[in-house]
């Protein structure tokens, strides 16, 4: 929804490099891990100790469930454009990446590189002798299917 009101207003969608600012607008960015746990831990505290945020919750929770049965469905056009987007490569926002430091961005680099990580083999040719069914199984269909999966590499 927030992709379409940028493309309504006819304001580019940016994500976030290295190279934003902090004051850079209209910047689409990832909120790093760490911020979350600890304010998703500060929330949890206070909910549990306010009676009165417990009721605003369960209200917040009702008239959210009423906006999900009233609002329209976005277009196919627009899921279709989203789904087709590349965000892997999003950088941590500039507001909230500044206050980071050199190695909490270096963590989340090697969590991106490990997230990104797709095995060539499968788990049944690993640790598998070249004699047994299932190794020679994927092997016979990895060489069949080769030419498809190559096809569809080259139109991601």
């Known amino acids: 929804r927030i992709y379409d009101l940028h493309l309504f207003l006819g304001r580019p969608v940016q994500f976030a490099?290295?190279?934003h600012k902090q004051d850079s607008?209209?910047?689409?960015g990832r909120v790093p891990q760490s911020i979350?746990?600890?304010?998703?831990s500060h929330l949890s505290t206070a909910h549990e100790n306010s009676l009165d945020?417990?009721?605003?919750?369960?209200?917040?929770?009702?008239?959210?469930?009423q906006y999900l049965k009233s609002?329209?469905?976005?277009?196919?056009?627009?899921?279709?454009r989203v789904k087709n987007t590349d965000m892997s490569s999003m950088a941590v926002h500039p507001l909230l990446g500044s206050g980071l430091e050199k190695m909490e961005l270096d963590h989340l680099q090697i969590v991106d590189a490990i997230k990104g990580y797709k095995s060539k083999s499968t788990i049944f040719e690993i640790n598998s002798s070249s004699k047994?069914?299932?190794s020679e199984v994927m092997r016979a269909k990895r060489s069949k299917d080769?030419?498809?999966v190559d096809k569809f590499n080259r139109h991601r």
Do not use: C
């Open 17 to 19: 490099t290295a190279e």
């Open 25 to 28: 607008e209209g910047v689409f």
């Open 36 to 40: 979350l746990d600890d304010e998703g």
């Open 53 to 65: 945020l417990q009721n605003m919750y369960r209200v917040s929770e009702n008239a959210y469930k």
């Open 71 to 80: 609002r329209p469905n976005p277009s196919s056009e627009s899921i279709r």
């Open 132 to 134: 047994s069914s299932a």
């Open 146 to 148: 080769t030419r498809l």
